[in-house]
T-cell receptor
Framework: DQQVKQNSPSLSVQEGRISILNCDYTNSMFDYFLWYKKYPAEGPTFLISISSIKDKNEDGRFTVFLNKSAKHLSLHIVPSQPGDSAVYFCAASALRSGGSNYKLTFGKGTLLTVNP | KAGVTQTPRYLIKTRGQQVTLSCSPISGHRSVSWYQQTPGQGLQFLFEYFSETQRNKGNFPGRFSGRQFSNSRSEMNVSTLELGDSALYLC?????????????FGPGTRLLVL
């Protein structure tokens, strides 16, 4: 049972345009969400996070939106740059429900390619 | 600050052997989590240690075990290796104090079981 789903295995965008990566979850206990970026032969790099008490969080070119009723979150990258080309993972944890902030459940990732 | 370091980076073992992987967290971080990444299953949580105690555990067989030392360094051991244990093993560290924390990952150890 996949509790965090990234339904698009890949996404290709032009440099300067917006990249939108999507993530759906099924566990209503999840209350903290993160996005990581991963290059080949490296570990995931933290990008941005959002708590379930918010519906939006921005950090520079990266914005994460959370729609709790739809159990959906998205990562917007504006403007996209060739260096953003990587695999993006969505992750979730359930802290306040008695779970743990340290047990992340990951989606399977979306390969983003930004073309010059 | 130095990041999370993992040794070795690459490892080849044969079925039935055992292996120990090491992880040094970011200075000041007391929580260390381990994940397995495979093409089929993606990133899956193995366990988390805090103050030398296993605090959380994923759904892996008992062949997978770990420990944490007083300096927060952690080791993961896999006994009686199977072909399916071939994977990238990632460790992540965080401060360990509670809510809203971010885990920072090391580069991983790539294990190949022949």
């Amino acid at each position: 049972d996949q509790q965090v789903k990234q339904n698009s295995p890949s996404l290709s965008v032009q440099e300067g345009r917006i990249s939108i990566l999507n993530c759906d979850y099924t566990n209503s206990m999840f209350d903290y969400f993160l996005w990581y970026k991963k290059y080949p032969a490296e570990g995931p790099t933290f990008l941005i996070s959002i708590s379930s008490i918010k519906d939006k969080n921005e950090d520079g070119r990266f914005t994460v939106f959370l729609n709790k009723s739809a159990k959906h979150l998205s990562l917007h990258i504006v403007p996209s740059q060739p260096g953003d080309s990587a695999v993006y993972f969505c992750a979730a944890s359930a802290l306040r429900s008695g779970g743990s902030n340290y047990k992340l459940t990951f989606g399977k990732g979306t390969l983003l390619t930004v073309n010059p | 600050k130095a990041g999370v370091t993992q040794t070795p980076r690459y490892l080849i073992k044969t079925r039935g052997q055992q292996v120990t992987l090491s992880c040094s967290p970011i200075s000041g971080h007391r929580s260390v989590s381990w994940y397995q990444q495979t093409p089929g299953q993606g990133l899956q949580f193995l366990f988390e240690y805090f103050s030398e105690t296993q605090r959380n555990k994923g759904n892996f067989p008992g062949r997978f075990s770990g420990r944490q030392f007083s300096n927060s360094r952690s080791e993961m051991n896999v006994s009686t290796l199977e072909l399916g244990d071939s994977a990238l093993y990632l460790c992540a560290s965080s401060v360990g104090s509670g809510s809203g924390e971010t885990q920072y990952f090391g580069p991983g150890t790539r294990l190949l079981v022949l």
